[in-house]
């Protein structure tokens, strides 16, 4: 029976060719999306579990403001060096502590250089302690985890770099020179030890670590403080909340004697609900718990959503389509119960043939992703392999599962009322039974109309918001500008000056691409004023082409500037009030002393992230008065069209200097683009899921309208024997499902407004809510909807009445 | 073999009762074949689906081969249905999607027969009706005389003790209606089964051996056949 029940199946698919088609094509795209979506969430939670040892590796954390991007308190990943020593000498249960450098994004890389060959930037190379290798377990394929890094000047290669760089493993005993910044001198480092690359992502993820000797001692001042990132092997897997009220006494503790050397009052510091605070996380929860940022999980909530969304899309339309075709069954059913068959037996026959489709979507979706993935890899700048997989039986163990779930959701209903049916009535030739569930079959057109035009509203709000940041005024003129990633030096400085086309040259701690937050406090009028401070040479505000609201910005021309001047923008300016030309504030320097600054100029806001953060309060200064800092900007601003050309000359003088070091550098149209990535991304996605999901739901209207069209053959027929038109007859086909689009309108635009208002609300900069998505939403879908249908109904409407009627 | 005892039928809407069967007694025997006639809407067909199992009477007591089959459950109607009852239609009712042969096999799948007594048993039938040649073909294939000789091999194939028609040839010309009620005139003859069909011609009941005449749900006549009259 099974085989014949196989056989029937198949029959019925290849009678229903086109219905079977969107069936299993709709399925398998829902499939598609959603295994991708697997793929991603699979690769992102295996991070950090690539050995069992690493279940009692812990990172540590210590809340402060330094290098925050808001200039507030967090958790953050980074914590100072003196950290590692506490929990070193203070807290038992710790076998082994290390430090290890953050990435900091200030440069793509290191400059490589073995023997005679050219230097190679190489990204991720991490100066570490001896103590790195005993607290994360890497498997050594030279050398061994206690030696490795037992002296100074020693490096330790990732296999896959070793391989790069020399084409074997087999490399112990050789130097390499590492050169860290265009300046540095640079070091020769012994390899020690090789280590294989491991199966799973990790957080700490690194191409070769070194121990230089810098981590090995803490900054003797007080008052400086070196960040890096602390991770800790404890003896036993520990309860972490007990563990983090000791770290949190040890932490205080060690706080009050730090703001002891460094001349500060602990109760000074922390007030106004800042709080110090130190705590241990568990290595695998890292990737999960971004420090500022939301985790992957809830990045990935709204995608998940849409995937499921699809996927649940094209499971209506099976079901849709099952019941819809069940007409055509309601016979085999009924003869098979009088000829001997259990209703469990026909139930089982119908999931079968669920399954059948179920199968045939899962291959053509796995065919699908193999295609896919490449730009789905691209896109999201991940490397996510289907067969190629570490975890290949997990993923087949998820899509068996995700077959066994889509078959019942599909399968179950159609098989239920099909195997219901009553013998009698449908022997006798009464198939209107076959229509029971109709109501159903319209909540679920209803809800697929819903999903579809809130997924057209959507795009409608994220296209407007979109434009409107592509077209947004930045504050500064982003077109011919380059920022080469270097420190300002006066000798390249006044070289590029006297490369025509070049109008200037300078630096800005601050910058798209590279936002540099340092906070500072100020007294205004007795006030207290928090401000982001910027350091810039006297070009660099004319060199942004930022545009001055009131007074002036800098200028060679007042002696002043260099002494005790600042730049204010817009948002610092509100803080502070009105007239504000002329007026001074005063701050307090780490020494104690006050000094006066004098604003001269208010220039507007300019962006230096995307617009889903607002412009902090900043204020501008050439002055050294009252401390500076220092990052890797050269702002080069030109006034020529020959581009390249320009850029290959800073080069050739580049490499008169720096012969060791290549040159990096990014242009503010790059920066830009890049600030507006992600948002583009999700955009393209949202995009590619809403045509997925709309052409679902029209197949599935254009199927389901065959059917009902021609489950109405015979009123139809009745109709223009009493005199119908053809357009009455459309007319009559379109009402019903025009109800049912109109219904799903109405019902998607609060939906689709909350979601829309709740993705704009992510962005500081953004427009009003706009009407015209919705009404072009129901526009279309209404227009789309009367056309799918139009084309069954026509069919119907002008078929010879006597046919139908014939045979009755 | 068939006992029937005061069935009645009615559906009520509104509260009131609509009869479709009343005080409905007979005794069927095995061997007898039997023809039920009478106008439309008289309820020769619900008479039959209750017969067939396939509606409960509202009132009264149905005994099918000395067991009181009333009210019966899903499983012993379907023991039923794969061992004794086979069923004929007007509309012949094969499954549109398999051949001839897999129709009449349908049966013997779900009687759970070895595979060598089905195909001996199909190949019997398929040579006795004389469709050998039409085995592969699909129903919308054949003619209706041939969709209805295939739908009556398939309900012997199962061997049943009673065959239930409800107007076997009511959607067939008179020369293939004369084809079908003579092989089941045979069936009732050579092999004793009992036979009960619905029917509208005076000519058709006549095969039989007994004719019932319902009208408006009661029983008004019920009398034998004369022998004279068969062939």
Known sequence: MFKLNLKIAWRNLWKNKVYAAINIGGLALGLTAFVLMLLYINHEESYDTWSTDLKNVYQIRERHDFFTPDNKEHWNEISNSRIANLIRSKLPQAVAVTKVDNDWGFSNGFSLKVDNADPVIISKIKDSDSSFFKVFPYQFLQGSADKALENKETIVLKESLAMQLFGTTKVLGKTIKIVRWRSDKGTALTITGIVADPKFPQSVSFNAITRTGNKDKDPENPTNNNYCLVYTKLNKSSDTAVLNQTLQKLYVDFKKNL???????????????????????????????????????????????????????????????????????AKEVGVKKVLGSYKRQLTWQFLIESAMQSVISLFLCIILIEVVLPAFNNHFKVDLSFWHNAQLFVMISQLFGLFVFVTLLAGFYPAWILSNFNPVSVLKGNYENGLKGIALRNVLVIFQFIISVTFIISIGVMEMQSRYMNNKDLGFERGNLINIKTNYEDDFAERLKKIPGVEYVATTTQIMGNAFNVPEEVKYKGNAINLNTVTVTMDALPALGVKVMQGRIFSKEYKQDTVNTVVLNEAAANLFGKNLIGQTYGKVDWEGKTNIFQIVGIIKNYHNEGFDKAVLPTVYKVTSLGGTSNTNNLLVRFNTSKYKELISKIENEWKILYPDFPMEYTSMDDEFSKSLEENNRFMNMIILFSIVSVSLSLLGLFALSTFVAKRRTKEIAVRKVLGASNIQIVNLLNKSFLTLVIAANLISWPIAYIIVKKWLDGFAYRIDMPVFPFIAATLISVIIAILTVSIQARKAAVTDPVNALKYE | ?????????????????????????????????????????????????????????????????????????????????????????????????????????????????????????????????????????????????????????????????????????GNLQSAQAEEIMQLFQKLNKEEGITIIQVTHSEKNAEYGNRILHIADGVVKDDVAVRDSVKI
């Open chain 2, 1 to 169: 073999m068939i006992q029937l005892k005061n069935i009645e039928k009615y559906y009520s809407s509104k509260g009131i009762k609509h009869y479709v069967l009343r005080h409905v007694t007979t005794t069927i025997k095995q061997g007898e074949f039997v023809s039920i006639m009478g106008p439309s809407g008289a309820g020769k067909s619900t008479l039959l689906n209750i017969l067939g199992m396939l509606e409960e009477p509202t009132y009264g007591n149905y005994e099918f081969m000395d067991e009181d089959v009333t009210n019966l459950n899903e499983r012993k109607r379907i023991e039923l249905y794969r061992n004794h009852i086979g069923f004929v239609f007007q509309a012949y009712h094969l499954i549109d999607e398999m051949t001839v042969y897999e129709n009449i096999e349908a049966p013997l799948l779900y009687k759970k027969i070895g595979s060598s007594e089905r195909k001996s048993r199909i190949a019997d039938l398929l040579d006795r009706f004389n469709i050998v040649a039409k085995k592969d073909l699909f129903p919308n294939q054949l003619s209706g005389g041939q969709q209805q000789l295939v739908g009556i091999a398939r309900a012997l194939a199962a061997q049943p003790s009673i065959i239930l028609a409800d107007e076997p040839t």
């Open chain 1, 259 to 329: 703001l002891n050397g460094q001349k500060k009052s602990y109760n000074d510091i922390y007030k106004d609900g800042k709080s110090p605070g130190l705590k241990v996380i568990p290595i695998e929860t890292v990737h999960s718990n971004p420090p500022y940022t939301s985790g992957w999980f809830d990045k990935l909530k709204p995608v998940m959503a849409i995937s499921a969304f699809l996927l649940l899309v094209s499971v209506i339309n099976f079901i849709n389509l099952a019941t819809a075709q069940s007409v055509q069954r």
